[in-house]
């Protein structure tokens, strides 16, 4: 796999890195790892498909508050599961855990 380390700015300020890894079925992005509180994104694409693009915004919190809200919710019980795909979550873990062990 090749990784590349990028940088940018957004608007509003601020410096996004990135890292791409090109794989032997896919093609890996992640967007702004190093402050994924503000903004996010994970992409990935195959050869011949749409671009497959990942992002978890709740209304107006920054993404940190929206994940630290969500898991309070769902240890205390009262997570509200609208609008959250559980098998997609658990989709998201596996796909992480891959990418782990093959590196």
Not at 45 to 50: M, V, Y
């Amino acid at each position: 796999a090749c990784a590349q380390g990028g940088g940018g700015s957004r608007a509003g300020g601020g410096t996004a890195a990135s890292c791409q890894s090109q794989g032997q079925e896919a093609n890996l992005k992640l967007s702004n790892f190093g402050f994924p509180f503000l903004w996010h994104s994970i992409d990935v694409w195959r050869p011949g498909t749409e671009t497959q693009s990942e992002q978890l915004y709740g209304v107006g919190e920054t993404t940190f508050e929206h994940q630290l809200g969500y898991f309070v919710s769902t240890v205390r019980g009262a997570a509200d599961s609208e609008g959250h795909d559980d098998e997609a979550i658990v989709r998201t873990m596996r796909v992480v855990d891959q990418i782990l062990n093959a590196t």
